[in-house]
């Protein structure tokens, strides 16, 4: 069986300093203050590296960044964080090489438990190989990590798996040890020549499903412009949020360019309904929880949207009416008839937000409620910060999205369904939501998938996405907690 070890750090990804991942669990499982500090310390373990000290740098990024830290929440910032940006950094000439061969083991100085999900789910390897962390009786990482020398406990680890036959092939940086244990080596960047083996060339798997806060990976430079924009963007945020409940809806537009924003409209919205007829179902992607708000705001009117579960601040920050569902199909059906009979509403068929180019699978419930019938495609863009959470805080989505310096919305308004294309024309309600879903993935150019709202909480956070709606003293107690460190 033909074998190939490859190094993760420098070779199959294109950057060889693991810094920013660090920085990621550093914000991810234990918040500001210690990103701030792994920042600081960032010159020292620049320097260690500059004058051959690279494993003690690499050691000291390991005790910063996690010490303290429970071994499951590592687990789930790695599964959860930083498989996308994992996936953006992927050097695809090292990726063909390493994908041709039957047998495929990955190396990597970082901590295993950070880099083995998205090793093995979205690159294929079969083993994978980097220091291991020492986890107290208690579940918590100690900070430290097995074997004095790093690179010599890897290939100790190599050669026990190789015990029978060396491997075929090693991927590497020069100075990587275990590639003396292949019968053959080669070293990046010069990969390109690199005769592949003739299995046919699959992509990674791509990331459906990702968490996590930070929009862009926090590189020195990146993180330092966080930090130094987070008080701005908090007092930013507050003023966006005060002035825009305040203001009427007609205003909104207008108050959106003048603190920042942009909102992309295409399309023809339909009129508002008529007195004496039902409403339009507005039926929208679901992109972040600002969604019906800027529909709303486009529209300049408030119309009600359909919630599954939000937190009770986000409810009580919400300057249009949200219509909670109970999640039982016939009490839904009858809420969401009474609301139409009123006049037009949102609905989100997908159930939850999802942040990459795909579609979750429609809830085919609208479908039979009305023929009346709007897709509307929702996308938005944003700088920092991501407004939406299955870890966190959901109370803290519609702050983050406003920290933002510019957030843009793109929304485009299709067609109203003709009556041939709903279920008074004898479809079934699957057919229209699976249609709906089609037309708007095309328009906005995703990809469709059979994915639930469950199968993201499941993956993301390990449960089933039911929010605990505490009181909104406790939320508040949450947002204040995060925000405090910035003001000291």
Partial sequence: MDSVVSELEGTLLKGRDPFSYFMLVAFEASGLLRFALLLILWPVIWLMDMLGMGEYGLKLMVFVAIAGVSESEIESVARAVLPKFYLDDIDMEAWKVFSSYDKRVVVTKMPRIMAERFVKEHLRADEVIGSELVISRFGFATGFVKGNIIDSYISSRVAKLFIDEKPCLGQGRVTSSFLSLCKEQIHTPCMTNQKQHGHQLVRPLPVIFHDGRLV????????????????????????????????????????????????????????????????????CTHRTLMDPVVLSTVLRRKIPAVTYSISRLSEILSPIPTVRLTRIRDVDADQIKRELARGDLVVCPEGTTCREPFLLRFSALFAELTDQIVPVAMNYRVGFFHATTARGCKALDPIFFFMNPRPVYEVTFLSQLPVEATCSSGKSPHDVANHVQRILAATLGFECTNFTRKDKYRVLAGNDGTVSHTSFANQLKKVVSTVKPFFH
């Fill in 216 to 283: 862009k990976r926090p590189t020195p430079s990146m993180a330092l412009l966080i930090i130094l924009w987070m008080p701005i963007g908090i007092v930013l945020a507050a003023v966006r949020i005060l002035v825009g409940l305040m203001l009427p809806m007609w205003a909104k537009p207008y108050l959106s360019k003048m603190l920042g924003g942009k909102v992309i409209v295409k399309g023809k919205p339909p009129p508002p309904a008529s007195s004496g007829n039902s409403g339009v179902l507005f039926v």
